[in-house]
């Protein structure tokens, strides 16, 4: 990993010294490296589930069920092997018979526009994938989650998804290629601060508003009514300080029936959905123990200091996306006639890759972290023991992995694993 960081800079900072076979070499290597790095972990999590319960899960776990939270994971796993596995191949594919860059000059005779050929070539690759991705997908939720028991999902439900899903990717691909396009076209260097802005300006958005535009378009959103546990948690919200006012519950029901929430907004717009299958396996006591424990992310400055780093993050993405664009050797290692947009962002996609998995690994390492925080502060404002039971309960509802590898966690995992939370909650 450390290897293909410092190849990756390497690479940036000599870019117009290497051949464009040289480029192509190293795509394929960063591919190879992705797929067999990623495949070796998911390969050590898979073996390093126990036979014995976890004590904290005795009470909660016979043996048939953990044995079915086992062989839930290894379907899961199985399916995500054979699904990436398509995927490298695909990959592998494009860079060795140039395949990029054959899709890149037709996309170039297919108009003059350079916005239609952008958006042309990305809705190819788009299609592509949708197409193919289809069969996981269904197979997923109709023989996986069918199996053990979470899919309440029809197959009129399954399609209308796919075909909003369709129809919200292409909008966003149109909208951000144009945009982008008219950015570049506007400005001859320097570009990239504004592509940051504008990138910057739509996350911001999109979080302030996701509960009011996203969410309606696949679930139904209706306000908690009046009792018990809207009282509870507007008592628990002006104890701590915290207004809350727009709180829902989605009908999460009509898909799995796993249990779920999530939060989201800004300012005036923060927003708490519930699912519905939440409050109906949840106490009052653990729901709102559960909010305590996002409003501890909030107290923390928790939320705001995230969006800091991934705004940053964007920052250096643009600065050295727009060092890409300015070799065409690079353009030649993929095949293609000439630099443009939707080339650019093929290989920049390869060159980042190291530098994106090591920024997400600290990014995990920090909200492993701000997890901890959380706890604590629900711990402290609220009930600590509430909170342990309602993680519980979560976790074998959805029949989580309770003995994640090590390193797999140290790579992927955003959260802690559930006994080290546990532990931590426990604490005197």
Same mark, same amino acid.
Not at 31 to 58: G, H, Q, R, S
Not at 154 to 159: A, E, R
Not at 238 to 262: E, P, Q
């Given at each position: 990993? !450390?290897?293909?960081?410092?190849?990756?800079?390497?690479?940036?900072?000599?870019?117009?010294?290497?051949?464009?076979?040289?480029?192509?070499?190293?795509?394929?290597?960063?591919?190879?490296?992705?797929?067999?790095?990623?495949?070796?972990?998911? &390969?050590?999590?898979?073996?390093?589930?126990? $036979?014995?319960?976890? $004590?904290?899960?005795?009470?909660?776990?016979?043996?048939?069920?953990?044995?079915?939270?086992?062989?839930? =994971?290894?379907?899961?796993?199985?399916?995500?092997?054979?699904?990436?596995?398509?995927?490298?191949? @695909?990959?592998?594919?494009?860079?060795? @018979?140039?395949?990029? #860059?054959?899709?890149?000059?037709?996309?170039? *005779?297919?108009?003059?526009?350079?916005?239609?050929?952008?958006?042309?070539?990305?809705?190819?690759?788009?299609?592509?994938?949708?197409?193919?991705?289809?069969?996981?997908? &269904?197979?997923?939720?109709?023989?996986?989650?069918?199996?053990? #028991?979470?899919?309440?999902?029809?197959?009129?439900?399954?399609?209308?998804?796919?075909?909003? +899903?369709?129809?919200?990717?292409?909008?966003?691909?149109?909208?951000?290629? *144009?945009?982008?396009?008219?950015?570049?076209?506007?400005? *001859?260097?320097?570009?990239?601060?504004?592509?940051?802005?504008?990138?910057?300006?739509?996350?911001?958005?999109?979080?302030?508003?996701?509960?009011?535009?996203?969410? /309606?378009?696949?679930?139904?959103?209706? /306000?908690?009514?009046?009792?018990?546990?809207?009282?509870?948690?507007?008592?628990?919200?002006?104890?701590?300080?915290?207004?809350?006012?727009?709180?829902?519950?989605?009908?999460?029901?009509?898909?799995?029936?796993?249990?779920?929430?999530?939060?989201?907004?800004? #300012?005036?717009?923060?927003?708490?959905?519930?699912? $519905?299958?939440?409050? =109906?396996? %949840?106490? $009052?006591?653990?729901?709102?123990?559960?909010?305590? %424990?996002?409003? #501890?992310?909030? =107290?923390?400055? %928790?939320?705001?200091?995230?969006?800091?780093?991934?705004?940053?993050?964007?920052?250096?993405?643009?600065?050295?996306?727009?060092?890409?664009?300015?070799?065409?050797?690079?353009?030649?290692?993929?095949?293609?006639?000439?630099?443009?947009?939707?080339?650019?962002?093929?290989?920049?996609?390869?060159?980042?890759?190291?530098? +994106?998995?090591?920024?997400?690994?600290?990014?995990?390492?920090?909200?492993? =972290?701000?997890?901890?925080?959380?706890?604590? &502060?629900?711990?402290?404002?609220?009930?600590?023991?509430?909170?342990?039971?309602?993680?519980?309960?979560?976790?074998?509802? *959805?029949?989580?992995?309770?003995? /994640?590898?090590?390193?797999?966690?140290?790579?992927?995992?955003? %959260?802690?694993?559930?006994? !080290?939370?546990?532990?931590?909650?426990?604490?005197?």
């Amino acid at each position: 990993m !450390k290897i293909s960081f410092i190849l990756t800079i390497f690479v940036f900072l000599n870019l117009c010294v290497l051949s464009s076979e040289i480029i192509l070499n190293l795509f394929i290597v960063l591919a190879i490296f992705n797929f067999l790095f990623t495949t070796v972990l998911e &390969y050590l999590n898979d073996k390093n589930w126990k $036979d014995n319960i976890p $004590d904290e899960f005795k009470d909660f776990y016979d043996a048939e069920n953990y044995l079915k939270a086992k062989y839930y =994971k290894i379907s899961r796993g199985k399916l995500s092997s054979v699904s990436s596995s398509v995927s490298f191949v @695909f990959t592998i594919s494009m860079l060795y @018979f140039f395949g990029f #860059g054959f899709l890149s000059d037709l996309a170039t *005779s297919f108009s003059d526009s350079v916005i239609l050929q952008s958006s042309f070539f990305f809705m190819i690759l788009y299609l592509f994938n949708f197409v193919i991705g289809i069969p996981f997908s &269904y197979y997923s939720t109709f023989v996986i989650e069918e199996k053990f #028991g979470f899919n309440k999902t029809n197959l009129k439900t399954f399609i209308s998804d796919k075909i909003k +899903g369709l129809f919200i990717s292409s909008a966003l691909i149109l909208g951000l290629t *144009s945009l982008a396009i008219f950015i570049i076209e506007s400005f *001859s260097s320097g570009y990239w601060l504004w592509l940051w802005l504008g990138l910057s300006l739509l996350m911001i958005f999109l979080n302030m508003f996701y509960a009011d535009l996203i969410v /309606p378009i696949f679930n139904k959103l209706t /306000p908690l009514e009046d009792g018990e546990l809207r009282k509870k948690i507007e008592a628990y919200s002006n104890k701590v300080g915290y207004s809350l006012k727009n709180i829902f519950v989605i009908d999460g029901s009509k898909r799995s029936s796993k249990a779920n929430a999530f939060f989201s907004g800004l #300012g005036p717009r923060k927003t708490i959905a519930l699912y $519905d299958t939440l409050i =109906k396996k %949840h106490s $009052d006591e653990e729901l709102v123990s559960v909010l305590a %424990h996002e409003v #501890g992310h909030f =107290k923390k400055k %928790h939320i705001l200091l995230s969006m800091i780093i991934t705004i940053s993050q964007l920052g250096v993405m643009c600065f050295l996306f727009e060092i890409c664009m300015s070799f065409e050797m690079i353009a030649n290692s993929l095949g293609a006639s000439a630099m443009n947009f939707h080339i650019g962002i093929i290989a920049f996609s390869f060159l980042y890759s190291p530098i +994106g998995l090591i920024i997400g690994i600290l990014m995990n390492i920090l909200s492993r =972290k701000n997890e901890f925080e959380a706890d604590e &502060y629900a711990k402290l404002t609220y009930d600590g023991n509430a909170l342990s039971l309602a993680l519980k309960k979560l976790s074998v509802d *959805s029949l989580s992995n309770l003995y /994640p590898h090590p390193l797999y966690v140290f790579v992927h995992y955003s %959260h802690p694993p559930l006994i !080290k939370r546990l532990n931590a909650l426990n604490k005197k």
